[in-house]
Each structure stands twice: as structure tokens, then as C-alpha cells.
């Protein structure tokens, strides 16, 4: 992969690069603007986090963070909102990260919402009720930023919220009544008790992601690339069988070769049929798919055509 090209003069009298100009890969170039939004929120805010979930998207900011700051160490906490029903393999590749890296990690337990009554578990999936954690966390720890690994190519709510996106006092997000951005001008102007978040990958697609993943040599959970589980049918959609997901009685466990695309709460995460079992194999995979990974394997998004976007209003990712 080209990182950086000399770009010729033009003109009758060629005489050979111009010194200073450059070109950069499509790559490169989203790096770039990444690690100038995550360094712009360093200088601007006083208690910035990034959000972490353990997936690719997450793993991808923080190590753009990383970069971003080298040979410094992060100048802010990453913190992970746990809703108690992970995937193992997540987990794993989360405390590998941290050990590895030495970012300080806060970790947000849903259950101890549960347990103090902020919140009732009504059904099996804790996907919608991890809007409370967050919030809590946010405003307990006086976070005045937010990193999130939100991308606009995953959903239409998502595809127009600007990278700065304002909340409120509640922590809640109107997108009515969104800042304008222009280039790459960024406004973080707010109030005590409100809060911006931000989205340094908002221009960068699935396909995007794994490439770059590819290219750094990014370790991801196992779970993202083809293996054999037991999974079952639900709506449409292959859902693995876990300690916190178990199949109806109508509802056939079977053993196939998939991937998954996102994670999240296991309760409301399909995966896919796949061989997919290299980063290069991903990315001729992504290439042709024509869903979202998240129109495709969220339970969560599938609740109503505004399903994010409600969650979003009331303070979620």
C-alpha cells in the first residue's frame, strides 16, 4: 500500500516534484483526519474518554489514538460499558489491549444499575438499558468528551450526526438541532453537565476498516474471522447459543461455520455464514456485500425503522 506519493509539477516547465507536495493514499488520508480529531478533542477538552467495546471499530480508534500521541502515552481513559453479556473472546482481547498498552480502563457495569434499581431488566437483551451506565459514567466521572467507534456508512441515524455531536444536560442528542461543519472546523462549545461526542471514523467505511486493519496488522477478537458454532435460526437471522442465549423450543441448534461482522450484547448479535478466515479474505468478503454489518447481524436495529435513532435521542453510542 502506497502511504505517501511525490506529486509532479505541472506545467512547461516540469523540473521534477515540488518540494512539499504530497499525496496521500485513500488510507492515509483518513488516519490522517482521524488522528486530527482526536488530537483537536486532546486540546480542547479538559476530561475526554473513549468509548470501548472490544470490537474492530473500537480497536481501530484506540489504536489511532495510540498514534496520535506516540511516543506520549494517552493522555485520557478508555472506558467500557459492560452490560454483563459479552462474548469470551471479547473480553479477552480486551484485557490482552490494556495489558499490552497500558491505557487506563474504567469499566461501567450495567449490572450495578440493575442491582441499585436505576434500571429493570425486562427482557433478556441489556442493549437498550446500557444507555443509563453510559450516562451515569459520563456524568460521575465529569467526562466533558466522548470518543465513539460510530461510522455513517452503518445506519441512517448514524449517517447524519456530525463528528462533534452536542448532548445535552441529559445526555440526549437532537438531531434537529445539529451544529453546522464545515471542512474540517469542529465546534466543542458547551456548558457544565453537557457533553460533546465524537466520531473520529465517521468517513470511513466497513470496508475501510478492514483494509486499515489489514495494513497495521490490528489483532481483532477470533470471533470476527470463519469459525465452527452452534448457532439457531431467529427471525432471519443466525444467533449463537451462549450462556446468556439460549434457543426456544421451536427454535433448532445447529453447528455451522460463521463470522461475525459486529459484536456487542450477545443477546442481540447474529453472525454469518462465512469462510472468511483471514483478514485479506474479510476484505474480499466486504467488498461485494451489499448490507450493512449492522442492518445485517443487530437484533437491536431491528426493533423499529427509528430503532437507533430513539436510542440515540435518549443517549446511546
Known amino acids: 500500500m502506497t502511504e505517501v506519493t511525490a506529486s509532479p509539477a505541472t506545467g512547461a516547465h516540469d523540473h521534477g516534484p515540488v518540494a512539499g507536495q ?3 493514499s485513500h488510507l492515509r488520508s483518513l488516519e490522517a483526519e482521524a488522528i486530527h480529531i482526536i488530537r483537536e478533542v486532546a486540546a480542547e477538552f479538559e476530561r475526554p474518554v473513549l468509548l470501548f467495546s472490544g470490537g474492530k471499530d473500537s480497536i481501530v480508534m484506540l489504536y489511532l489514538a495510540l498514534k496520535a500521541f506516540r511516543p506520549g ?11 454483563g453479556h459479552n462474548f469470551d473472546e471479547v473480553i479477552a482481547t480486551r484485557d490482552a489491549l490494556v495489558a499490552e498498552t497500558g491505557v487506563r480502563l474504567i469499566v461501567a457495569k450495567v449490572q450495578d444499575d440493575i442491582d441499585a434499581g436505576r434500571v429493570v431488566e425486562t427482557i433478556p437483551s441489556r442493549n437498550p438499558i446500557q444507555t443509563v451506565t453510559l450516562l451515569r459514567a459520563i456524568r460521575e466521572n465529569k467526562f466533558d468528551a466522548a470518543f465513539g467507534g460510530a461510522r455513517r456508512d452503518e445506519e441512517k441515524a448514524r449517517a447524519k450526526e456530525r463528528v462533534f455531536s452536542f448532548r445535552d444536560e441529559f445526555g440526549q442528542w437532537d438531531p434537529k438541532a445539529q451544529r453546522p ?5 469542529y465546534n466543542g462549545r458547551h456548558h457544565k453537565g453537557e457533553h460533546i ?9 466497513e470496508f475501510d476498516i478492514w483494509s486499515y486493519i489489514g495494513a497495521e496488522k490490528i489483532p481483532l477478537p477470533s470471533i470476527y474471522y470463519a469459525h465452527r458454532r452452534k448457532v439457531f435460526k431467529r427471525d432471519g437471522m443466525l ?3 451462549d450462556r446468556h442465549l439460549q434457543p426456544r423450543a421451536d427454535e433448532k441448534v445447529f453447528e455451522a461455520t460463521v463470522r461475525f461482522r459486529t459484536v456487542g450484547d450477545v443477546t442481540c448479535t ?3 455464514e462465512s469462510n ?7 476484505v474480499a468478503e466486504t ?6 454489518e449492522r442492518g445485517a447481524t443487530r437484533a437491536d436495529d431491528r426493533i423499529s425503522e427509528a430503532g437507533m435513532e430513539d436510542r440515540k435521542r435518549q443517549g446511546y453510542f
Open 22 to 24: 504530497y499525496e496521500l
Open 181 to 185: 461543519e464545515l471542512w474540517n472546523i
Open 287 to 292: 467488498a461485494v456485500s451489499r448490507l450493512t
Open 270 to 272: 447474529g453472525c454469518v
Open 197 to 205: 461526542r465524537v466520531f473520529p471514523l465517521s468517513n470511513w467505511t
Open 276 to 282: 472468511a478466515a483471514t483478514v485479506a479474505e474479510v
Open 73 to 83: 502515552r494517552l493522555p485520557f481513559p478508555v472506558m467500557h460499558v459492560d452490560t
Open 239 to 241: 444467533l449463537a447459543v
